[in-house]
Nanobody
Framework: QVQLVESGGGLVQPGGSLRLSCVVSGINFSAYAMGWYRQAPGQQRELVASIGSFSFIEPKLADSVKGRFTISRANAENTVYLQMNNLKPEDSAVYYC?????????WGQGTQVTVAS
């Protein structure tokens, strides 16, 4: 069974930066595309970034984060990252990692990102 462990969230000032990490175990990580989702209170979960199995494939970003966020992966470490720059209060949410298509049913605990002054 796949295990997803997100980390790196916290309280950040508007305009600040944060890097989230997701460690994946239980599967051949390099064989799967990966993505980052976020869910704010009262909102549905949305996919904000995705990256394919091969690093030369251009990652996809939601319009709301394009130009500010970057997704990357380190296959040797079974880890996918989300670099978040110029953070805004509307970025506040719990962030999760999972496959961008056919996501695994067992979501991780997520990591809380709060952008506030």
């Amino acid at each position: 069974q796949v295990q997803l462990v997100e980390s790196g969230g916290g309280l950040v000032q508007p305009g600040g930066s944060l890097r989230l990490s997701c460690v994946v175990s239980g599967i051949n990580f390099s064989a799967y595309a990966m993505g980052w989702y976020r869910q704010a209170p009262g909102q549905q979960r949305e996919l904000v970034a995705s990256i394919g199995s091969f690093s030369f494939i251009e990652p996809k970003l939601a319009d709301s984060v394009k130009g500010r966020f970057t997704i990357s992966r380190a296959n040797a470490e079974n880890t996918v990252y989300l670099q978040m720059n110029n953070l805004k209060p509307e970025d506040s949410a719990v962030y999760y990692c999972n496959r961008p298509t056919s996501p695994w049913a067992n979501w991780g605990q997520g990591t809380q990102v709060t952008v506030a002054s």
